[in-house]
């Protein structure tokens, strides 16, 4: 059983490009939270949503952020216009979808983005 | 507001001792606590988890603590290893996790 998966494991950009993140979730998991950790800095959460419904989105910044979770597909972290200091390691988890709050999450290896 | 706490934010010991890492958080409304493994430039590896109705969980050498009317869990680790090296984070679940900024042990030979 194949845990989450992201990729790319490393992502380079350039100021003002694009960066797209994507994450497949465990098997039988609907439940995907996307957390972003800074240099120097804890785990902070971004985003949670489930198939094709964002959830809770009250920590993702209001602009050139954004994330989907289509039917069929990963969820994708899209970030526009990246500046430096969109540069941290972007980590992924998922639940089932049976008793998700009462359930672990499960994170994936994490996309570190380096904005040049 | 939840707030998560983890004491000391560092920890260097020799092999073999008997740690415990702390973990503090402001809002007893959770429905459980989370303790994860970091090694560097690596992802999550999930530890223990306690229910908030549950008052402990062991695996191993791990013995993990919950007391949620004072916001406080434990991580006992016993005989530590070099191999025991690496960032530990605490989590706590509401709707999300909300993660304290870690414990970064050492443990040399």
């Known amino acids: 059983n194949a845990g989450v998966m992201q990729n790319p494991r490393h992502l380079v950009r350039r100021r003002g490009q694009e960066a797209r993140l994507r994450c497949s979730p465990m098997k039988g998991h609907s439940h995907v939270y996307w957390y972003r950790q800074l240099p120097e800095e804890g785990l902070k959460f971004m985003v949670y949503l489930q198939k094709e419904n964002i959830i809770d989105e009250s920590g993702m910044p209001k602009e050139r952020f954004s994330a989907e979770f289509p039917k069929e597909g990963p969820s994708i972290l899209r970030i526009q216009q990246v500046v430096r200091g969109d540069s941290a390691a972007y980590f992924c988890?998922?639940?089932?979808?049976?008793?998700?709050?009462?359930?672990?999450?499960?994170f994936g290896d994490g996309t570190r983005l380096s904005i040049l | 507001k939840q707030e998560v706490t983890q004491i000391p934010a560092a920890l260097s010991v020799p092999e073999g001792e008997n740690l415990v890492l702390n973990c503090s958080f402001t809002?007893?409304?959770?429905?459980?606590l989370q303790w994860f493994r970091q090694d560097p430039g690596k992802g999550l590896t999930s530890l223990l988890l306690i229910q908030s109705s549950q008052r402990e969980q062991t695996s191993g050498r791990l013995n993990a603590s919950l007391d949620k009317s004072s916001g406080r869990s434990t991580l006992y680790i016993a005989a530590s290893q070099p191999g025991d090296s690496a960032t530990y984070l605490c989590?706590?679940?509401?709707?999300?996790?909300?993660f304290g900024t870690g414990t970064r042990l050492q443990v040399f030979p």
């Open positions: 989590a706590v679940k509401t709707d999300k996790l909300i």
């Open positions: 809002d007893s409304a959770i429905y459980n």
């Open positions: 988890a998922s639940s089932p979808d049976i008793g998700t709050r009462n359930q672990p999450q499960h």
